[in-house]
């Protein structure tokens, strides 16, 4: 690879995307890659999400367009080689049918390699596409790309399997993780982490407050634990970004009710260190998501010190490296409770792991990309990272760490 162009997702104070490229880029200087940002142009200086729920709707499309136009530029000026290689942060990014389009048109020793991160897309049945209706297009879109992509990325082997029964051709690797930066989030909190012991007996949850992350039962949850242990003291709490909303308008009510009854408290609108600041006096991190496909969360508060409590489901058993003690029988309120118990007491003796094996995602991804060859024909089997033969479920029961 004499060049990586990469192509990243715009900033959102709300999401991760807000340190994603700094992430990426302490990784490419480590490694001495010889790497540019392609840039893009922002519709608002808010970095909010005001239109859809995972990233603004009129800010994506956007950015992505205005990124290609810039990729595009130097194409034409004969600065993107073939043997260099455009890095997609992600597979959705609008204007890309360009690179068929020219790449079609001139010779192949004038085209460089594309590589595309899957973040979830319509193969996965619990993503925001199917909540808007958007999966009869989506899906086309996705063909498209799988057409002329030279590498796919999934983040652990349960979307390997998804992308399979899809019926996608292109070459398929699992990086097992997201982009992480456990030094970067490490020195947004100063000093020493506090003692587990003085945290308080706080559980935190983290992700959007849509449905698939499945708010209502985190609230079912909550209620029968203050039935069970009403005089344990357990705050429960909800961390958000921005502004707390739904694609439910029924969890928004319910949420309002419990807070007023005293179960139930948020912490809105709040900047990354802020954040930080709370997950660096919370014990337990909660997720009950259908689909996160590993959660940039999890790593987050595994840095941090927070034990993490999550559904054995999809990508979680990888991302855990199958802890039963860390990971409760999904849609089971008497295990999550029963699993949570000795968390508030006690810090994880695997602490620590989780975040260690995420903060080497994006060296997985360099692997994979240095590993690309000139021969479009050659499917890199050698890479251990590879999915692309028939037995690739044999990787599923497997701890990557």
């Given at each position: 690879m004499r060049k990586l162009w990469y192509m990243g997702l715009e900033p959102y104070k709300a999401r991760y995307t807000l340190q994603l490229q700094d992430w990426n880029e302490a990784v490419?200087?480590?490694?001495?890659?010889?790497?540019?940002?392609?840039?893009?142009?922002?519709?608002?200086?808010?970095?909010?999400?005001?239109?859809?729920?995972?990233?603004?709707?009129?800010?994506?499309?956007?950015?992505?367009?205005?990124?290609?136009?810039?990729?595009?530029?130097?194409?034409?000026?004969?600065?993107?080689?073939?043997?260099?290689?455009?890095?997609?942060e992600d597979m959705f990014q609008p204007g890309i049918e360009s690179l068929p389009y020219i790449f079609?048109?001139?010779?192949?020793?004038?085209?460089?390699?594309?590589?595309?991160?899957?973040?979830?897309?319509?193969?996965?049945?619990?993503d925001f596409v199917h909540v808007w209706g958007m999966s009869k297009w989506m899906g086309l879109y996705e063909k498209m790309v799988d057409s002329f992509a030279d590498l796919v990325l999934a983040?652990?082997?349960?979307?390997?399997?998804?992308?399979?029964?899809?019926?996608?051709?292109?070459?398929?690797?699992?990086?097992?993780?997201?982009?992480?930066?456990?030094?970067?989030?490490?020195?947004r909190v100063p000093g020493e982490l506090k003692p587990f012991k003085e945290r308080a007996l706080r559980v935190g949850f983290a992700a959007r407050w849509d449905q698939e992350k499945q708010p209502d039962f985190y609230m079912d949850f909550i209620e029968e634990w203050n039935r069970r242990y009403p005089h344990l003291g357990v705050e429960f709490c909800v961390f958000s970004g921005a502004k707390l909303k739904s694609n439910n308008?029924?969890?928004?009510?319910?949420?309002?009710?419990?807070?007023?009854?005293?179960?139930?408290?948020?912490?809105?609108?709040?900047?990354?260190?802020?954040?930080?600041?709370?997950?660096?006096?919370t014990r337990v991190l909660f997720n009950c998501a259908l689909q996160d496909w590993v959660s940039n969360t999890v790593s987050e508060a595994d840095t941090l010190g927070c034990n993490v409590l999550y559904p054995a489901y999809r990508s979680?058993?990888?991302?855990?490296?199958?802890d039963h003690t860390r990971l409760y029988v999904p849609w089971s309120i008497d295990d999550a409770i029963n699993k949570l118990y000795p968390l508030l007491n006690d810090p994880s003796p695997n602490m620590g792991r989780i975040s260690d094996w995420t903060?080497?995602?994006?060296?997985?991804?360099?692997?994979?990309?240095?590993?690309?060859?000139?021969?479009?024909?050659?499917?890199?089997?050698?890479?251990?990272?590879s999915r692309n033969s028939v037995d690739y479920r044999k990787y599923t029961h497997e701890s990557k760490y």
């Open positions: 490419f200087k480590r490694r001495g890659i010889n790497y540019e940002i392609v840039t893009g142009e922002t519709l608002s200086n808010d970095q909010a999400i005001v239109t859809g729920q995972v990233l603004d709707a009129h800010g994506r499309t956007y950015f992505g367009m205005s990124q290609l136009m810039n990729l595009i530029r130097r194409l034409k000026a004969g600065d993107v080689t073939n043997e260099d290689v455009i890095y997609f079609d048109q001139i010779a192949l020793d004038f085209r460089p390699r594309v590589a595309v991160r899957c973040l979830a897309q319509s193969i996965d049945p619990d983040s652990n082997e349960e979307m390997v399997m998804h992308m399979k029964i899809a019926g996608w051709e292109a070459p398929l690797y699992n990086i097992s993780g997201l982009a992480f930066g456990k030094e970067e989030v490490r020195a308008d029924s969890y928004m009510n319910r949420t309002r009710d419990m807070q007023a009854r005293g179960l139930l408290t948020l912490h809105e609108d709040l900047e990354k260190n802020d954040y930080y600041a709370l997950l660096n006096d979680f058993p990888e991302t855990f490296a199958n903060d080497g995602t994006i060296d997985r991804v360099v692997d994979i990309l240095e590993g690309t060859s000139n021969n479009r024909h050659k499917r890199w089997e050698h890479n251990k990272w």
